[in-house]
């Protein structure tokens, strides 16, 4: 099975801030990677696909890179509304989510 | 406008059953391949288990291998879990995912989920 390795898993930054959240993976996934945004009591969010793409109505200041086995997720300036944890998916083999980032605002 | 909803959740004991169901709208449900994520209190997702369109495919997890089973009526719009021998650690929110396509095959909408508690 594939290992998702995510870190970190908390961080805390000032508004405006640039944040990057990465995400290894234990074999090449191409770039079978897909980034989701959950806030507290809702279901998750798809923001990147693809480990580049910006799902349709999604803020520009997210965005993702990599390939292989290794990705980042960066949100360029961090919004109070940006508060969330984030997940890494890979979608290689069967789906498989990293640990969470949970974002906090400093 | 796309929307899942899922209902079924409850309260059941260690060794019960429960079913899951999943109301798709907004789309043509029987296009698109279809999945169970789940959420224990506090913790990460996990994915339980797929189908595709036509339920010719179906995987699960390991963790619930050989006591879930995914099924779906395309007739009806809906996507069902049939949930046996459940544990502790079954207890979780459920949620239904509709896969995008693609190369990465995301998920691209997602249910509100439902409450699964499973305790004596």
């Known amino acids: 099975d594939i290992q998702m390795t995510q870190s970190p898993s908390s961080l805390s930054a000032s508004v405006g801030d640039r944040v990057t959240i990465t995400c290894q993976a234990s074999?090449?996934?191409?770039?079978?990677l897909n980034w989701y945004q959950q806030k507290p009591g809702k279901a998750p969010k798809l923001l990147i696909y693809?480990?580049?793409n910006l799902e349709t109505g999604v803020p520009s200041r997210f965005s993702g890179s990599g390939s292989g086995t290794d990705f980042t997720f960066t949100i360029s300036s961090l919004q109070p509304e940006d508060i969330a944890t984030y997940y890494c998916?890979?979608?290689?083999?069967?789906?498989?989510f990293g640990g969470g980032t949970k974002v906090e605002i400093k | 406008e796309v929307q899942l909803v899922e209902s079924g959740g409850g309260l059941v004991q260690p060794g019960g059953s429960l079913r899951l169901s999943c109301a798709a709208s907004?789309?043509?449900?029987?296009?698109?391949?279809m999945n169970w994520v789940r959420q224990a209190p506090g913790k990460g997702l996990e994915w339980v288990s797929y189908i595709s369109s036509s339920s010719s495919t179906i995987y699960y997890a390991d963790s619930v291998k050989g006591r879930f089973t995914i099924s779906r009526d395309n007739a009806k719009n809906s996507l069902y879990l049939q949930m046996n021998s459940l544990r502790d650690e079954d207890t979780a929110v459920y949620y239904c995912a509709r896969e995008q396509g693609g190369v990465s095959t995301p998920f691209d909408y997602w249910g509100q989920g439902t409450l699964v508690t499973v305790s004596s």
């Open positions: 074999q090449d996934i191409s770039n079978y």
């Open positions: 907004g789309f043509t449900f029987s296009s698109y391949s």
């Open positions: 998916q890979q979608y290689d083999n069967l789906p498989q």
């Open positions: 693809d480990a580049s």
